[in-house]
């Protein structure tokens, strides 16, 4: 109801309640059936995008607090997780009388970011994952594949974990890997 509300261009005004998970949650227009709340994220930018890659496989909606001299790094890792074009929302001073909502794609939400000096408290709420659109290319299986092995992993394992991870047979990762060595596109 709120979704057609907002494409319609009706104003959504939401109740306060006990929460500003919630709250955020139905101004964002986002699904609302199932969604998960993170906390805020790290602080440093490898911890911080450790933490983005690891929630880009949620099929929640993700809901998350952030703060305002770092909302635009949040959203620059968050788009190199999950991508430029997922949905979402950022909600700043719910309830108070400077309320600001912003949707649009992740990368629409970067350019406003960095457009505006920002105030207040923030909740960043995310589409979840769509396992039907993600397409891999040949380079972003290879660069998580590498990934996992700086990290310690062995060229088994770390096949393995990305394909699990990124919801793809361990064949089209390990083609990936061979097509990158010999220098070919799959």
Known sequence: MIRAALTSNVQVKVLPGPSAVTTA????????????????????????????????????????????????????????????????????????????????????????????????????????FNPGTRQFSVEDLVKLVIKQEEAGESRKEAIAQVAKANKVSKRVVFDAMVAHKSGDKI
């Not at 906390?39 to 995008?49: H, L, N, V």
Request: one cysteine or more; charged letters at 30%.
């Open 25 to 128: 949650l139905l101004l964002s227009g986002l699904p609302t059936d199932r969604f998960c709340f993170e906390g805020f994220p790290p602080r440093t930018k490898g911890a911080r995008s450790n933490w983005f890659k690891d929630l880009a496989t949620e099929e929640r909606t993700i809901i998350f607090f952030e703060a305002p001299h770092r909302i635009t790094e949040s959203l620059e890792d968050a788009q190199t997780a999950f991508g430029s074009d997922r949905d979402a929302a950022v909600c700043r001073e719910m309830s108070k009388h400077y309320e600001e909502v912003v949707r649009g794609s992740i990368s629409e939400l970067i350019d406003w970011a960095k457009s505006k000096d920002i105030l207040g408290e923030i909740t960043v709420v995310v589409e979840g």
